[in-house]
């Protein structure tokens, strides 16, 4: 910037200095001395003029250059600044959903581990304790965070080895629950599988198939001890089980 700013000021020196030439050579023109001029003034007017006319069209030409890298610079700056802004947004909304599954999944452990020292256990509120896990472990997902994952998964299972105990007592199950189960799988996991490692993603679909296990002749166990390390031998398929 500072060097345009000084051939400005250098091509406004010249004009000024040709304008001058220009004034002295009018001043000729009109107070012409006594004899025949030896040169052809008009044809110099005319000369000087032409070339200022030729200045000022490159100099025109030059500044729309200018102006034209100028707003190409400007559009690339925006364009930077605004995907920038594009990633800042869709980070601070992965935060927003990371800090909700947070407080979600805090909230719903406090509740089951109030509801484990209750002597009657709710079937209903077991089912919807299972469901809050799974939906907070969507909400990790979403936010491409899973390192809480497992921690909803093993909650999750042990909701069903209550869940499992009722049905052997002969208490039923909401008849909703493995319906909205499955369409929370569909609608807010499936899309965010990805996210999971691979021993989480076994362990999900073991948990699961666990799930859709109960109230059958053959329930599945659960997948993990009680030290919530997961047991190959236990996966849906393998003979053992």
Same mark, same amino acid.
């Given at each position: 910037?500072?060097?345009?700013?000084?051939?400005?000021?250098?091509?406004?020196?010249?004009?000024?200095?040709?304008?001058?030439?220009?004034?002295?050579?009018?001043v000729i023109?009109?107070?012409?001395?006594?004899?025949?001029? =030896?040169?052809?003034? *008009?044809?110099?007017? &005319?000369?000087?003029?032409?070339?200022? %006319?030729?200045?000022? /069209?490159?100099? @025109?030409?030059?500044?729309?250059?200018?102006?034209?890298?100028?707003?190409?610079?400007?559009?690339?700056?925006?364009?930077?600044?605004?995907?920038?802004?594009?990633?800042?947004?869709?980070?601070?909304?992965? =935060?927003?959903?990371? *800090?909700?599954?947070? &407080?979600?999944?805090?909230?719903?452990? %406090?509740?089951?581990? /109030?509801?484990? @020292?209750?002597?009657?256990?709710?079937?209903?509120?077991?089912?919807?304790?299972?469901?809050?896990?799974?939906?907070?472990?969507?909400?990790?997902?979403?936010?491409?965070d899973?390192?809480?994952?497992?921690?909803?998964?093993?909650?999750?299972?042990?909701?069903?080895?209550?869940?499992?105990?009722?049905?052997?007592?002969?208490?039923?199950?909401?008849?909703?629950?493995?319906?909205?189960?499955?369409?929370?799988?569909?609608?807010?996991?499936?899309?965010?599988?990805g996210?999971?490692?691979?021993?989480?993603?076994?362990?999900?679909?073991?948990?699961?198939d666990?799930r859709?296990?109960?109230?059958?002749?053959?329930?599945?166990p659960?997948?993990v001890?009680?030290?919530?390390?997961?047991?190959?031998?236990?996966?849906?398929?393998?003979?053992s089980?």
């Amino acid at each position: 910037m500072p060097g345009l700013f000084f051939m400005k000021s250098s091509f406004a020196l010249i004009i000024s200095v040709v304008s001058l030439l220009i004034s002295i050579v009018l001043v000729i023109v009109a107070l012409p001395t006594s004899g025949r001029p =030896d040169f052809d003034y *008009l044809g110099l007017l &005319v000369g000087i003029l032409s070339f200022l %006319v030729t200045l000022l /069209l490159g100099w @025109q030409i030059y500044n729309s250059l200018t102006i034209h890298s100028n707003i190409d610079t400007l559009k690339k700056l925006y364009s930077g600044v605004s995907d920038k802004n594009k990633d800042l947004e869709k980070r601070l909304e992965a =935060d927003k959903l990371l *800090l909700k599954g947070m &407080v979600e999944v805090t909230e719903n452990t %406090v509740y089951f581990t /109030l509801a484990m @020292q209750q002597p009657g256990k709710n079937m209903t509120e077991m089912a919807n304790t299972y469901i809050r896990y799974i939906e907070c472990l969507s909400l990790f997902l979403q936010a491409h965070d899973p390192r809480y994952s497992q921690f909803c998964m093993l909650n999750a299972d042990k909701v069903l080895d209550i869940i499992a105990d009722g049905i052997e007592h002969g208490v039923t199950l909401p008849s909703d629950f493995h319906v909205m189960c499955d369409r929370l799988f569909r609608d807010s996991i499936h899309p965010h599988m990805g996210f999971l490692s691979a021993d989480d993603t076994t362990l999900f679909f073991q948990i699961q198939d666990r799930r859709k296990s109960l109230g059958s002749e053959h329930p599945l166990p659960s997948p993990v001890n009680p030290s919530g390390v997961q047991l190959k031998e236990m996966r849906v398929g393998n003979p053992s089980t």
